[in-house]
């Protein structure tokens, strides 16, 4: 199967500090792909690399057959790829609603002028959009918060309308940062169902970065595990839980978790 | 209580909301068509000014409450639509010809003014606009050959295609009409695409960019509209002074934007006009006064400065949502007695990251 997103060698220095180095990994069409790895180990900038809020130093990013290096972050939106934020990021003054909206921004109809007039075709084309945000707004059970404003809105909600506004572009591929950070169990429980539902209902990839193992074993069909910005496992879950490297990145050395245990009465 | 049942998407979409929208601005608008034939002169012409500064204070109001830029020099955008307005009406162009170059020569210059907003924001932003006005201002006063600098511009009628005019009545009915179509466009603006564009960026540059939003060209897009309104205002007021000089152009005509913008209510339509009804009215309403305050406190200069910067004071620091956030509470107020609690307007401030940890 060819790859929806394919990463190449990718870098990025700040000054002396290399946060991500030659990294290389593809996501494939309708596959939950995770990436791992200890704080501070370059996963959340990788991911600002893709979507463009940083320039990288060395490599290539390719999706779906354009070269998206060079882009501008606003373009990416427009050949399908949405991202939510580690610390939300959703515009506060407005409604659950409004924000829906502006997921629609990549979709939207007509130029300034006919906005200024608001004409026939505009107004329909408002009613599309609506449709298409009540969709979503059914999706993933928001019906009730629909004309509330996001600043009076509870934490594990406002991570629900974050996923909400990205799936309203209609993406192929969806970028979350750390989705269940901040979430009760009942709520990861319920995030854990929506990313089963978003793969298989509405066909969308998704590149993730999560911390809660749990989750990552449950959804993900691969996992890329960085430690110091650099790759260190790549495979199933299961497989990269089991990797020497992986574990050595969490817990230290092998001789030294040996001894721990040996420690133990 | 107005309870609103929806039942179809168009009931979002709609500019009236409900048949107490329809009836009040009905209202206000028979009130003011009939105004200028029942009122006084002195007060129509007030009304005049309240338009026309409610039409700039519109475009300051997209710039600065819906987008997020801060602009204090605003009235630059205005001297260009007055002197543009001046100088074609004087070569002969009819009035809306001439009226709608003043408004694209004010929405290129605010493009061009706008450039700056794509780097730098706030503070420093504002910084940049004071700097361009006082460019302005200055190329006003040396530029004699066309401005007349200091001597000033004298503007004439208004020339409808040969048939001219100087009837007040006539003038209150065009502002009339410019203000409302300005406020239907922005408010058309506001509920499509690009309007709630602009509302992405003011809240969250970087989720607006990874929405599809443009930076570059919204800010740009937002600066010329904005400018264009100022230009519009700034032509309409050329007219109705009759005589136009750079002075009137100054930093102080930009602060006074801003307060029309901030005491009106930023990131409200309606705060625009009230803002302006407030800029109008308060220094009419300081001459009234005089008269019953004691001559130490009536008759000292500068007495309307110091009440503008007490009233400006009091808002920040009490009503940050301005006259409009004021009219909300009130309305609510009525529509819930009395139910209604000291509390109910709060926003709950400290719900974001710390507030898992307490």
Excluded at chain 1, 248 to 261: I, P, Q, S, T
Excluded at chain 2, 233 to 243: E, K, T
Aim: with cysteine; aromatic share 10%; glycine share 10%.
């Amino acid at each position: 199967m060819s790859a929806l997103l394919s990463v190449d060698d990718l870098g990025v220095r700040f000054g002396g500090l290399a946060a991500v180095r030659g990294i290389s990994f593809d996501v494939r069409p309708r596959e939950v792909f995770t990436l791992i790895g200890p704080n501070g180990a370059g996963k959340t900038t990788l991911l600002n690399l893709i979507s463009r809020l940083y320039q990288p130093t060395t490599g290539d990013i390719h999706f779906d057959g354009h070269c998206i290096t060079d882009m501008k972050p606003s373009r990416i939106a427009g050949l399908g790829i949405a991202r939510t934020f580690q610390n939300i990021e959703l515009f506060q003054h407005a409604t659950v609603l409004q924000n829906l909206l502006i997921g629609r921004h990549t979709r939207r109809h007509g130029n300034f002028w006919q906005h200024l007039v608001f004409t026939h075709s505009v107004r329909e084309a408002e009613r599309a959009a609506r449709t298409k945000v009540e969709e979503i707004i059914d999706f993933l059970d928001l019906q009730h918060y629909r004309d509330t404003v996001i600043a009076g809105l509870p934490y594990g909600v406002r991570k629900v309308v974050e996923l909400a506004r990205a799936l309203c572009l209609e993406p192929r591929l969806l970028l979350l940062d750390e989705p269940s950070s901040g979430l009760n169990t009942e709520e990861t429980n319920d995030l854990a169902f929506w990313i089963d539902d978003i793969r298989e209902e509405l066909g969308i990839a998704i590149l993730m970065v999560e911390h809660d193992m749990s989750l990552v074993s449950r959804v993900s069909d691969r996992v890329l595990a960085m430690n110091y910005g650099e790759r260190v496992a790549l495979g199933t879950p299961d497989e990269v839980k089991a990797h020497p490297g992986v574990i050595e990145a969490y817990l230290g050395k092998g001789d030294e978790v040996l001894a721990l245990r040996r420690a133990r009465p | 209580m107005r309870f609103l049942f929806k039942t179809s998407y168009d009931q979002d979409i709609r500019l009236a909301r409900h048949s107490g929208h329809v009836l009040w601005y009905g209202l206000l608008l028979a009130f003011l068509s009939a105004a200028p034939l029942v009122l006084p002169n002195y007060w129509s012409s007030l009304i005049t000014m309240a338009m026309i500064y409610g039409i700039v204070g519109l475009g300051l109001m997209l710039l600065s409450g819906y987008t997020g830029l801060y602009s204090i020099g605003h009235a630059a955008f205005m001297g260009v639509g007055a002197y543009m307005q001046a100088v074609l009406t004087a070569k002969g162009w009819p009035f809306p010809l001439a009226l709608a170059a003043s408004m694209a020569a004010s929405a290129v210059v605010g493009a061009v003014v706008g450039l700056p907003a794509l780097r730098v924001r706030g503070i420093y932003l504002a910084i940049a606009t004071l700097a361009f006005a006082f460019i302005v201002q200055e190329a006003l006063v040396r530029w004699e050959s066309v401005t007349g600098g200091n001597h000033g511009l004298a503007v004439g009628g208004i020339d409808l295609f040969g048939w001219e005019t100087g009837s007040p009545l006539v003038f209150y009915y065009i502002c009339l009409l410019l203000s409302v179509l300005a406020t239907l466009g922005i408010l058309n603006l506001l509920r499509s695409p690009t309007g709630r564009a602009f509302v992405a960026i003011r809240d969250s540059e970087i989720s607006a960019q990874s929405m599809g939003i443009d930076l570059a060209h919204y800010k740009t897009l937002s600066f010329a509209v904005s400018a264009a309104l100022a230009g519009l205002g700034g032509a309409l007021s050329a007219h109705l002074l009759r005589f136009i000089t750079p002075d009137q152009f100054g930093i102080v005509q930009s602060i006074d934007l801003l307060l029309i913008v901030t005491i009106g209510g930023l990131g409200s339509v309606h705060g625009a006009f009230f803002g302006s009804i407030f800029l109008i009215l308060t220094p009419q309403v300081i001459a009234l006064a005089k008269d019953y305050l004691p001559p130490a406190i009536g008759q000292t200069v500068g007495l309307q400065s110091v009440l503008y910067g007490l009233v400006l004071m009091a808002f920040v620091l009490f009503e940050p949502t301005g006259i409009y956030g004021r009219w909300v509470k009130l309305r609510t107020w009525f529509e819930l007695a009395p139910l209604y609690r000291k509390g109910h307007a709060k926003r709950q401030r400290t719900f974001q990251k710390t507030e898992r940890l307490a």
